[in-house]
Nanobody, 121 residues
């Protein structure tokens, strides 16, 4: 079994900052890409940022320059630093990881349960 547990969400005023964390645990041989997605009410889930096992990153245009994704491979943890937050960043943020559970299996996607980020104007 693999679990992804997010933390760090909350309520913040516009212009403020938050740091999200997501730790993967369980039967894990290796993790390739890790990422953050978000879903606002009435909208589809969208990619926020992704980081490869080697540290390469990619961001949605809407968060470029404001959010920073990083990871600690020794801790199987991915982080998202959210700066200069805007009300339109309000959403449930989900982490995602491609996990290989055994040496003889392929990578499969796993999701966290989500953490709420609310930005007040």
């Amino acid at each position: 079994q693999v679990q992804l547990v997010e933390s760090g969400g909350g309520l913040v005023q516009a212009g403020g900052s938050l740091r999200l964390s997501c730790e993967a645990s369980g039967s894990i041989v290796s993790i390739n890409a890790m990422g953050w997605y978000r879903q606002a009410p009435g909208k589809q889930r969208e990619l926020v940022a992704v980081i490869s096992s080697g540290g390469g990153t990619n961001y949605a245009d809407s968060v470029q320059g404001r959010f920073t994704i990083s990871r600690d491979n020794a801790k199987n943890t991915v982080y998202l630093q959210l700066n200069s937050l805007k009300p339109e960043d309000t959403a449930v943020y989900y982490c995602n990881a491609g996990v290989r559970r055994y040496y003889w299996t392929d990578y499969h996607d796993y999701w966290g349960q989500g953490t709420q980020v609310t930005v007040s104007s």
